[in-house]
């Protein structure tokens, strides 16, 4: 992994009296929050769960690299979902992540690299992490 150059991380939620979030990322980004069942668009649950498709795609090409796959490696789709609890308090209980190879790609190579790109996913591996909360300015 000595091609990842460091990036800028974080996200910053500005929210009203009214109305729905609005998310700036530290390197400029920016998103609107929806939460209505009609709504076209990202809530937080949705953000979770499309960070770690996106991680565990992008680690999933790497590790296709480090086990010298590369050459059945076409691509893929990440799908994930999660059940979320029906006690308090309000969680996810369990994700599911469905990758789908791109191609002619051996089954045995695809369970090798899933189990890899688990290993070296930041979001996955960082789940079971607990927030620090603080008041104030950053």
């Not at 979030?21 to 709504?39: C, F, K, M």
């Not at 089954?107 to 070296?120: D, H, V």
Request: proline share 5%; glycine share 8%.
């Amino acid at each position: 992994m000595a091609d990842l150059r460091s990036r800028p991380i974080g996200a910053t939620a500005s929210l009203g009296r009214t109305g729905y979030p609005s998310i700036r990322s530290a390197t400029g980004g920016e998103l609107q929050i929806v939460t209505g069942s009609a709504q076209a668009g990202f809530n937080p649950l949705d953000l979770l769960l499309a960070s770690l498709a996106a991680c565990m795609s992008m680690s999933a090409r790497i590790a296709a690299r480090e086990l010298a796959f590369s050459d059945t490696f076409e691509g893929l789709e990440v799908d994930v979902s999660g059940e979320k609890s029906a006690d308090e308090p309000s969680r996810f209980v369990g994700f599911t992540v469905r990758m789908t190879f791109h191609g002619e790609m051996p089954s045995e190579q695809q369970w090798l690299i899933a189990r890899r790109a688990e290993e070296i996913c930041t979001v996955s591996n960082s789940l079971a992490v607990h927030p620090q909360l603080l008041l104030g300015p950053a």
